[in-house]
């Protein structure tokens, strides 16, 4: 008596090209994870839009605040410069006071013509 081998011409399932079921990460839960990913990047997101335009107008806030102080540096410069013109020159200080205090040196005569 001979004994008689079973042949398969199929191969194993270890060798197998087709691909079994992901276990636990099958396709439901993997839409499932990729809804939850996308679900949290947009919670994330969402409320950050109204921070994002209040960073923007205060940065607006801020270009125009810094063209102000820049104005205001320079009409410090000029007050700056003016107070030393009072200061140290005579002819200067004499120009402001005679046209808006209507000073006068003596022997003469201010004529005022009204429109």
Known sequence: MGRYFRVSTERSPE????????????????????????????AVAIPS??????????????????EAEKQLERRI??????????EDNPRYLEERARDPLRYMRKGETIIKIQD
């Open 77 to 86: 410069q000029q007050l700056a410069a003016e107070v030393r013109a009072l």
């Open 49 to 66: 839009i109204p921070q994002y335009h209040l960073l923007k107008e205060i940065e607006a806030e801020l270009v125009e605040t810094k």
């Open 15 to 42: 060798f197998s090209e087709a691909r079994g079921r992901l276990g636990f990460f099958g396709k439901p839960t993997l839409v499932l994870f990729w809804f939850f990913i996308l679900a949290a990047c947009f």
